[in-house]
Nanobody
Framework: QVQVVESGGGLVQPGGSLRLSCAPS????????AGWYRQAPGKQREPVAH???????NYADSVKGRFTISRDNAENTVYLQMNSLKPEDTAVYYC???????????WGQGTQVTVSS
């Protein structure tokens, strides 16, 4: 069965950086499209970033210019580089991937990002 392993969260000071990773296991199929949602305490889950099968990217206005989503085809892993982090970025981040030949989205377990001084 396909599982998605998500990692890279942690505690960082405002202005710092983190890189989240998201990698499917249990499949030989490559990542088609992928992205992240996040859910902050007391707030609704919101989309953060998305990358299409062709490599086009989309970002929430709140993270545009600070976050970058990318894909490493050799490692079959998607990354979210988060720079200039703000306290309001504090949330649990959930990645999703769609694999070649499938419409099914697979979700990671979530990773906590805390931005605090």
């Amino acid at each position: 069965q396909v599982q998605v392993v998500e990692s890279g969260g942690g505690l960082v000071q405002p202005g710092g950086s983190l890189r989240l990773s998201c990698a499917p296991s249990g499949t030989i199929n490559s990542i088609n499209s992928a992205g992240w949602y996040r859910q902050a305490p007391g707030k609704q889950r919101e989309p953060v970033a998305h990358i299409t099968s062709g490599g086009s990217t989309n970002y929430a206005d709140s993270v545009k210019g600070r976050f970058t989503i990318s894909r490493d085809n050799a490692e079959n892993t998607v990354y979210l580089q988060m720079n200039s982090l703000k306290p309001e970025d504090t949330a649990v981040y959930y990645c999703y991937v769609r694999l070649a030949g499938s419409m099914t989205a697979y979700w990671g377990q979530g990773t906590q990002v805390t931005v605090s001084s």
